[in-house]
């Protein structure tokens, strides 16, 4: 399952005005809009129209598609606060001292715990009455908490197997997911250093294994990959391609 698979507002949204007529057009165009799809292009495609009938379907029902800072109306939760918040004690208390008692609780239990802190960043954020300013840094932590127990699961699933099977194993995901949507097969990147100089870095696949590859003409990177580094760099590419395919 990939990040498109659970935005179902936005996608619902999409489902809706790609049925829409002439006389709902701009209130479905609004709806999808609303819930998070900024790409004119893609509205206008969905709805069947072009992009100046989007810009005028928005400012007909009063909004501004030129404001940057236009946000994604909030969407309604099916859980409360109160349902979650015995959830995240509990994990805490299970896993917190399996994590603080030794340097190495491994990276199930680590994940774990990560896991727990996320379940009290989401019970902290169904809050109405939360401030802003603490909402805004509550949500950055709940990424932050999410992306740490990947890398751990990405260093599980390294413990168990070579980048060779890994590598085969993201190449039948990718497979039978390439009728769906397009897939990434390289990138160029261009990394900034501390010292202010900047290294290009390129990332393919190797033929036949799919394991993913490093290339750079810069003496200082290692392009050697371990298998988690192989997973991660796989996931990081299949985000970008994610997002790319909405503005397609």
Same mark, same amino acid.
Do not use: C
């Given at each position: 399952?990939?990040?498109?698979?659970?935005?179902?507002?936005?996608?619902?949204?999409?489902? %809706?005005?790609?049925?829409?007529?002439?006389?709902?057009?701009?209130?479905?165009?609004?709806?999808?809009?609303?819930?998070?799809?900024?790409? %004119?292009?893609?509205?206008?495609?969905?709805?069947?129209?072009?992009?100046?009938?989007?810009?005028?379907?928005?400012?007909?029902?009063? *909004?501004?598609?030129?404001?940057?800072?236009?946000?994604?109306?909030?969407?309604?939760?099916? +859980?409360?606060?109160?349902?979650?918040?015995?959830?995240?004690?509990?994990?805490?208390?299970?896993?917190?001292?399996?994590?603080?008692?030794?340097?190495?609780?491994?990276?199930?239990?680590?994940?774990?715990?990560?896991? %727990?802190?996320?379940?009290?960043?989401?019970?902290?954020?169904?809050?109405?009455?939360?401030?802003? %300013?603490?909402?805004?840094?509550?949500?950055?932590?709940?990424?932050?908490?999410?992306? *740490?127990?990947?890398?751990?699961?990405?260093?599980?699933?390294?413990?168990?197997?070579?980048?060779?099977?890994?590598?085969?194993?993201?190449?039948?995901?990718?497979?039978? *997911?390439?009728?769906?949507?397009?897939?990434?097969?390289?990138?160029? *990147?261009?990394?900034?250093?501390?010292?202010?100089?900047?290294?290009?870095?390129?990332?393919?696949?190797?033929?036949?294994?799919?394991?993913?590859? +490093?290339?750079?003409?810069?003496?200082?990177?290692?392009?050697?990959?371990?298998?988690?580094?192989?997973?991660?760099?796989?996931?990081?590419?299949?985000?970008?391609?994610?997002?790319?395919?909405?503005?397609?």
């Amino acid at each position: 399952m990939n990040a498109s698979d659970t935005d179902s507002a936005r996608l619902n949204a999409l489902a %809706a005005l790609s049925k829409s007529t002439d006389d709902n057009r701009a209130e479905l165009t609004e709806a999808a809009w609303r819930t998070g799809t900024r790409n %004119a292009g893609e509205l206008a495609s969905v709805a069947g129209t072009d992009r100046d009938a989007v810009f005028a379907d928005l400012t007909a029902r009063g *909004i501004d598609w030129r404001d940057p800072d236009a946000a994604p109306a909030p969407r309604p939760e099916k +859980v409360a606060a109160q349902l979650v918040e015995p959830v995240a004690r509990a994990a805490e208390e299970a896993f917190g001292p399996l994590v603080h008692d030794t340097h190495d609780p491994g990276p199930l239990t680590t994940a774990a715990w990560q896991l %727990a802190i996320a379940y009290r960043s989401i019970a902290a954020l169904l809050l109405d009455e939360l401030p802003d %300013a603490e909402r805004e840094e509550t949500a950055e932590e709940l990424s932050d908490r999410l992306q *740490i127990a990947l890398h751990q699961s990405h260093i599980y699933r390294a413990s168990r197997s070579t980048p060779r099977r890994l590598g085969a194993q993201t190449g039948r995901t990718d497979a039978e *997911i390439s009728v769906l949507q397009p897939l990434p097969s390289a990138a160029k *990147i261009t990394l900034t250093l501390p010292s202010g100089e900047s290294m290009t870095v390129e990332l393919g696949s190797e033929e036949g294994t799919g394991v993913t590859t +490093v290339r750079s003409d810069n003496p200082l990177l290692d392009t050697a990959l371990e298998a988690h580094d192989h997973l991660e760099l796989h996931t990081a590419l299949d985000t970008v391609a994610q997002v790319l395919t909405r503005h397609l």
